[in-house]
Nanobody, 130 residues
Framework: QVQVVESGGGLVQAGGSLRLSCTASGLTFDSYAMGWFRQVPGKEREGVSCISWSGDSTYYADSVKGRFTISRDNAKNTLYLQMNSLKPEDTAVYYC???????????????????????WGQGTQVTVSS
């Protein structure tokens, strides 16, 4: 049984930083690409950042480029999202997800979208105050 658990969300002032973590169990972690997504009420879930199984390939949404960094530690079965220079518009529930396919996953299409991901965490709230 696959379990995905996020942590690290919270309340931060604009300009501040947070680091999200995600652990995934019940699968061979280093065989799957991973991703971070976020959702605000009334809007669709959007892809924030994705990473290949090896960490060699990454994707960032334009809105977070230069501010967020995705990384993974396969020895610890953990995915990270370092978020710097946070803005109020970054406020959302952030979700960690595991690619549906072993191997390259989203890298083959170059698209970091929720349709390609099959296992999801429960989400962690990030609130950025102005």
């Amino acid at each position: 049984q696959v379990q995905v658990v996020e942590s690290g969300g919270g309340l931060v002032q604009a300009g501040g930083s947070l680091r999200l973590s995600c652990t995934a169990s019940g699968l061979t972690f280093d065989s799957y690409a991973m991703g971070w997504f976020r959702q605000v009420p009334g809007k669709e879930r959007e892809g924030v950042s994705c990473i290949s199984w090896s960490g060699d390939s990454t994707y960032y949404a334009d809105s977070v480029k230069g501010r967020f960094t995705i990384s993974r530690d396969n020895a610890k079965n953990t995915l990270y999202l370092q978020m710097n220079s946070l803005k109020p518009e970054d406020t959302a529930v952030y979700y960690c997800a595991v690619d549906k396919s072993r191997g390259q996953g989203w890298v083959l299409s170059g698209v970091c979208s929720e349709e390609g991901f099959g296992y999801w965490g429960q989400g962690t709230q990030v609130t950025v105050s102005s």
